[in-house]
């Protein structure tokens, strides 16, 4: 009797299974069913956000996407399942679960691997990477949205093409399909400033199959920028190209932060492609300042900032930073290496440049005017704006990255400033007690210029003049459970932006709980979302694209408390059980409205 139960059960996984794989074959055929079988899992590029799905597909073309995605459809619905979609690569840039169909963090149980209706697909675009129009008079390129931003720099640079200085983004080894969904930026002080701006059309895919073309200014197009593929799929994007053009990049470095706010704005009068770095720990900041030129490109000048590091160094680095970052008591560990923290901070702030193709140093506290002081870059703008560092970027190494940013009104710069500078000296250096913390080398704030819109869910939607705040950590992948050096101090500015500020979270470029803070929620922050949940309803009713953390959003419920949540940046914490081992959740010494996971006992008294 056993025995036939399970043949009989053998004999109903393997049907289930056969017309699971039929299905893979009548969408792809047997290459791309191979890869659905093994390939159940992607993850993010610093190795926090696992998403599992239990089809995996790779279409190439919008028809097959478009075929994928109905078959799906109809299988979900003779099955009676809720299927749920998401589009993203096999190494995706989002530090947010909306890339997944399903997260093993979010979910209790695994999904059902044989089910013929798979609930939980995953499209992944790294094969949906053409050119596939180019009209040379009008400067306009048709791209599927799996190409990299990178990839198509290069094409314009070999096309006699380039783009609007603001549009891509900084780093660009990201899917313009990504970046457009996410609502990712370049810097560009109320002009063009992100690829959405340059997009011209859409050619998308709905959740029955559909293919549509709509102009960017549609209310499609609307939904589509800054809409984290919540109607549908965008598989093709018309985008606007210029004329070929050079972009000189001037970077100063090491200037004193006591009028940081007023120097932006004085920057700001005269340009606008601008982006700083700045470390309040060492009251310095860089300034990046782009304009285009006239001027002939110099042999070899090229973007920097993200550079290649080849990975022994940056894992020397790392074993600096491992002691420092176990020693969470702050003892004489750190009292010892704290110096040489800080110097490592300085020199990799005196050495970022925007651009060049020089190694040399910046000459430290040199004046605004010293000539010396400056960087100064003349290239392309191709290469000038935008770079990579694939596959020596820092964070394949034992290094990781936490990363955060939100998008807040330039009027509010200068309290923001002032506030932060607060959470520095009271919270960092304990009012002067601790003058020898530093943020590790990573631990910046960067600045970059954006432009208000009337999108429906991009995170710049109707505001006056929006300014990037991103605030960057880098910590060892050796201690997963442990908190980056005084990571208390990159929490304490996430609250105090979202919360006094309002920021708004950059789609792709936070964490989860960014979404669901208890006491600052995001719904409302978006003046025209209610129109997003319109064009929801019209294409997607079924709520296909809808991954959960959108739902919770949508629903306006809190962050999943849990055990450890506060260092898996799912939450932030109320108690002391969702920090890390040896950590408790107190209030700032600076903004006591804010908790935060500091050692336990807070800080150990000092001297
Ligand atoms: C090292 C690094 C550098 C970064 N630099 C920048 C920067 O300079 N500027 C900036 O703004 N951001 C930047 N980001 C943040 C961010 O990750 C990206 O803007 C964005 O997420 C694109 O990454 P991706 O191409 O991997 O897309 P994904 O992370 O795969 O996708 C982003 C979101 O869009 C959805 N999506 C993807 N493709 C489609 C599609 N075709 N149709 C519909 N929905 C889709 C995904 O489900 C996901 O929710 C950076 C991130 C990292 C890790």
Redesign the pocket.
Known sequence: MGTSVSSRAAETARSRNSLAWSLLFLVFGSAAVVKAETEKTYI???GQVKCYAEALVKPESTEQLAAAVKQFADAAKQSSKQLKI????SV?????S??CPYTSDRIPTAPDTSAAAPSYVAVM?EDFNKVLQVDKAAYTVTVQ??LRVLDLLRWADKNGMATELGAP???AE??I???I??????TGFNITS?MGDIALEFT?VDALGTVHVSSRDSPEGRS?AGG??LI????EIKLQMTPPSNTKAVSINLLPDANIAADIRNFLQTTKNMALMWRPDLKKYNAFLMSKTDEKAKPGDHAGL?FPLPTPIANAFQLVLLPLQADVHDTAVSRSLNPLNCLTALTSVAYLRWASKSILPQVPGAPLDLAVAQIKAVGSTNVMMAGGCEPF?M?NSELT?D?VEFAIELDDLPAWVDDVKKIFQKDLTEDGRAQDRCLPFGGYVFFRFGKGNSDYSSVTSGMKSPVYVELMHVKSRKLPGVPGKYQFVQDALEQLTLCKYRGRP????NYDRAWGHPDCPMRERLPNFDKQLEMQAKYDPSKVFE?LLMSRLIAKQPSIYSAGCDVQRSCYCTQDVHCGQGFACVPLASFPQYKVCKPSPLLPKLG
């Open positions: 993010n590029v610093y998401r589009t993203s690569r995706f840039h989002s530090t947010a909306f890339a675009t949205a799996g983004t900084n780093y990201l899917t399909g990504g970046v969904s996410a609502n990712g930026h370049g992100s998308w589509l984290v593929g549908g799929i965008i598989t993200t970027c964070w990255v990363d950059h789609w792709g470029k991954p």
